[in-house]
């Protein structure tokens, strides 16, 4: 059994939300996790020759689906 190497975290914005990419190496492929950091949901897996292969798709399928995500502007303070 394979275990992972060359494991790397690192946080970034994407279309103004913070994104946490995961990669790491298994035997001769690179794999890498993008997550929107809270809740930590997945946006992405994917995979590559090399770590820029691998994390270059991952951005940028998390640009299309976070490029796409309203948000919901906070409320002010309310006047009585």
Do not use: H
């Not at 060359?6 to 993008?34: H, M, N």
């Amino acid at each position: 059994m394979m275990n992972p190497t060359d494991y790397q975290e690192k946080q970034l914005e994407v279309a103004g939300w913070p994104v946490r990419l995961i990669s790491y190496r298994l035997g001769d492929t690179f794999y890498c996790r993008a997550d929107n950091v809270s809740p930590g949901a997945w946006l992405a897996r994917t995979t590559g020759q090399t770590r820029e292969e691998a994390e270059s798709k991952a951005l940028e399928r998390a640009q299309q689906l976070l490029s796409r995500t309203r948000r919901i502007p906070e409320a002010g303070p309310r006047s009585s």
